[in-house]
């Protein structure tokens, strides 16, 4: 049987509803793209986008599934073979959605398009929704389920098993590395939106103790009593964030809390590496079920807030910094930094881990790939749109006043402002300083990392149907706590992946290094991995050109790189198994995700403009060190040679992600010309065909054959009660007939 | 779907989701496959479930 649902034909009824969303979507992208020079409502976007979701998720998702997957729910799954009640076993597909989302889901689709705003929302906003359903969508989708045919391996493992050992270890360093960066711009983020900051740093700072007490309560008090732990938690930090307002009312406390950005690294470096050697039940599980809270819940809110207020677009569809010669907010030209800067949301390699890692090994059905692999991007995809809309309702001159970076502002609201002027855009002193007030921040200019402006959007939203201006800074210190919440939590588990991963491999080397329980081995390289990050968090954060503005592109670089390895596993696969005709399904995405990258890595490493090209920057900095003289926005020599030295690095960087895109995809092409010339000994590492004995639907909603199908012995899933599953009474009836 | 179906649905959902019903398909599971052998308490299972996340650490995405 080809997919659960396959029928031959579609009614006539359901052909007109499929025909009215085509045209809806397509007439909400005929608003969005042709109301040149006056404002749209956000509504357009939200329409357009889930109107293109839909039909993708309709037709090309299960002509993904049925004909080039060949996905057939008469074969077990891991899940169903291997269960062991632990990691492997059988999970409800709508609770498996879930997991898999909240996953894949983090800081990366609401920092990108806040950054890539500047060439207006249009062109973001095409690139979010069409590289989701053709991109994105199809990477998670296609990795997860050739992942659930190989027991759950991993990506690394896959790219060795199917490519070979060049590429597995290109695969594996890709990782590492991406990691690494990924890290350290996080980090970022949270260093830049906290600054300064009393109260959203003591709101942060109270997730600690919270997390400490969550901690203690589910290991000694309620053992697995998760929900009313994360209830108890949830409170506790909302009321962390109310008194986080009073301690920025008091100058004694506020002095206390408000930080330097060095402190802050400090003591996100001192935390990461905390959260690494503790034991997770301390710290690092109760702050995932907090964050994991958190970001639904803000998601969800900020989906039916934007419904509820309905915003007007501030931003221009198109910028005019949209050119060769790009914007501010980051170094890179329009092309083709669009697809660099924006990865999660649209194409996000890093999702690649995560649908190798353990959803592989909980699915019931493999038909299910498409609700979870597909299903779950395009939620991301929805997301990112949103953080779009947060960016782009702002108005330009306050997005700009927040986003270029300092060296370039100046420090206070006059030259922020004369600044954002020169750049065409209108803001005054006073309304960029009214804004700060409107948020209980000393100062708005400068927040560079996409955090703050997105935190301001939020802000602006919710206090629209929430509370009303007298909420306004409550709900600025929500989004900023919500999203540094999150991204701490990537940070340290990360940290603890990267550890493992390093421990690993250097086990091979020296025996010890690899028994993760021995604990000089496991503080070493704790520091190891700590110290790479914080590296690259610090330069970001002393960087006279910007840190974000610097770095954020290294690291979509990177990104793209391991979407690069998990489309190259997919295309192999298909072809070693002879379906070379469907080969284009991740084979399109493919290229252009490494035609993009490769010449976005071309122009960082090879472009003579010192703004674009790393090597042309740090060798026009090192001429005007040689002659001594200092050249803004640097301030002193030692800043010169700081640039000199950073920019030398970024450039190594794209060099080794550059190369290792090349050696992986050179490596597989090797491997196809072998497997097309029908070449003996190409092995495919496939599971055997054991015979599946669960029943369970395929889609998020079960159709009426299915629930029909489930009561007829079916076992090991529950459907809804009151909606005519096998709990329902309704369907008593069936069981017995 | 009446309400009180729709509470059972979402406690139903955010039980699954946290995780705090893995306990009780464990058990499930021991008794149908390994029939007579001891079955752990909540603590000690909670315990060891979470002692296990310490050497396997799942990733959180960007």
Redesign the interface.
């Known amino acids: 049987m080809e997919g659960a649902t396959a029928r031959k034909g579609m009614s006539a009824r359901s052909i007109a509803i499929w025909i009215a969303v085509g045209l809806v979507g397509a007439f909400a992208w005929g608003v969005i793209a042709l109301a040149r020079g006056e404002q749209i409502s956000a509504a357009w976007l939200i329409i357009a986008a889930l109107g293109t979701y839909a039909i993708a998720y309709r037709f090309y998702a299960r002509f993904i599934v049925t004909k080039v997957l060949r996905a057939d729910d008469t074969r077990a799954t891991p899940a169903e073979r291997l269960?062991?009640?632990?990691?492997f076993?059988p999970?409800?597909r709508?609770?498996l959605f879930?997991?898999h989302f909240a996953?894949?889901?983090?800081?990366?689709p609401l920092v990108g398009p806040v950054l890539a705003a500047q060439f207006g929302y249009l062109p973001g906003t095409i690139w979010i929704v069409v590289g989701a359903v053709l991109a994105g969508c199809v990477q998670d989708m296609v990795t997860l389920f050739f992942s659930m045919r190989r027991d759950g391996k991993s990506l690394g493992q896959m790219a060795r098993d199917e490519i070979g050992p060049v590429g597995g270890v290109a695969a594996l360093l890709a990782v590492f590395s991406i990691m690494i960066i990924?890290l350290a711009v996080?980090a970022l983020v949270v260093v830049q939106a906290l600054a300064d900051s009393p109260w959203g740093t003591f709101s942060i700072a109270m997730t600690i103790p919270i997390a400490f007490l969550m901690g203690f309560y589910?290991?000694v008090l309620r053992?697995?009593?998760?929900?009313e732990t994360?209830a108890i938690g949830v409170t506790l930090l909302i009321l962390a964030i109310v008194l986080g307002g009073y301690v920025d009312g008091n100058p004694t406390l506020a002095e206390y809390f408000t930080l330097s950005p060095n402190a802050l690294v400090l003591a996100i470096v001192i935390y990461g590496f905390s959260a690494s050697v503790l034991?997770?039940?301390m710290l690092?599980?109760p702050r995932?079920?907090l964050s994991t809270f958190m970001k639904i819940g803000t998601i969800v809110l900020l989906a039916v807030g934007i419904l509820i207020t309905l915003p007007v677009m501030q931003n221009p569809a198109i910028s005019k910094f949209a050119t060769w010669e790009g914007g501010p907010v980051f170094a890179g030209s329009f092309y083709p930094f669009v697809f660099i800067t924006i990865?999660?949301g649209a194409l996000?390699g890093?999702?690649s881990?995560?649908a190798s890692?353990?959803t592989p090994k909980m699915i019931e059905k493999e038909s299910q790939v498409r609700t979870i692999g597909y299903g779950a991007m395009m939620m991301e995809s929805f997301v990112a749109v949103m953080a779009m809309i947060a960016a782009s309702i702002i108005d330009p001159g306050l997005y700009f006043a927040m986003n270029i970076p300092g060296s370039v502002l100046g420090g206070t609201v006059q030259t922020a402002s004369e600044a954002v002027n020169g750049f065409g855009f209108q803001i005054s002193p006073q309304e960029l300083q009214s804004a700060a007030d409107s948020v209980g921040e000393e100062t708005l200019v400068a927040r560079t990392g996409g955090a703050p402006t997105l935190a301001l959007g939020i802000s602006q939203i919710f206090s629209g149907f929430l509370g009303g201006s007298a909420l306004q800074a409550f709900w600025y210190h929500f989004a900023i706590m919500f999203e540094a919440l999150?991204i701490l939590?990537?940070v340290d588990?990360?940290t603890?992946?990267a550890r493992?991963m390093l421990q690993d491999t250097l086990g091979n080397v020296w025996k010890p290094l690899g028994r993760?329980?021995w604990k000089p081995g496991a503080w070493g390289i704790s520091a190891v991995v700590v110290a790479a990050w914080g590296y690259f968090l610090w330069v970001g954060v002393n960087d006279p050109l910007g840190g974000v503005n610097q770095l954020f592109p290294v690291f979509g670089i990177s990104?793209q790189l391991l979407a690069a390895v998990a489309l190259t596993v997919a295309v192999t696969i298909l072809i070693k198994t002879g379906r070379t005709k469907y080969a284009w399904v991740p084979g399109i995405p493919l290229a252009f995700d490494v035609v993009n990258t490769l010449s976005a890595s071309w122009q960082k490493i090879f472009s003579d403009n010192p703004k674009q090209g790393f090597f042309a920057q740090s060798n026009a900095f090192q001429g005007l060190v040689d002659k001594g003289t200092v050249k803004a926005p640097a301030k002193s020599i030692e800043d010169m040679q700081q640039i000199v030295t950073n920019s030398f690095v970024d450039g190594v960087l794209v060099v080794i992600f550059a190369t290792l895109i090349i050696l992986v995809l050179g490596d597989a092409m090797r491997v196809w010309v072998r497997a097309l010339r029908g070449d003996e000994g190409i092995a495919v590492a496939e599971s055997e065909y054991v015979e599946s004995k669960i029943v369970a639907p395929s889609g998020l909603i079960a159709t009426s054959e299915e629930k029909a199908a489930m009561a007829n012995g079916g076992h090991g899933d529950?459907e809804?009660?009151?909606?005519g599953g096998r709990d329902g009474e309704d369907d008593g009836s069936e069981r017995r007939g | 779907m009446t309400v009180r179906d729709a509470v059972r649905n979402i406690s139903w959902y955010l039980k699954e989701v946290s995780g705090e019903s893995d306990y009780d398909r464990w058990v499930a599971h021991r008794r149908e496959h390994h029939p007579g052998d001891p079955v752990m308490s909540r603590r000690d299972y909670e315990c060891r479930r979470m002692d296990d996340r310490d050497s396997n650490p799942r990733a959180r995405c960007c």
Do not use: M
């Not at chain 1, 269960?83 to 990691?87: C, F, G, Q, R």
């Open positions: 269960d062991n009640a632990t990691d076993q999970t409800d709508r609770v879930g997991h996953a894949i889901a983090g800081a990366g990924l996080l589910l290991r053992p697995g009593r998760v929900l994360t034991p997770v039940w690092l599980a995932d079920y990865a999660c996000s890093f999702h881990l995560i890692g353990t999150f939590t990537t588990a990360g603890r992946v493992f993760t329980s990104n529950r809804l009660v009151g909606t």
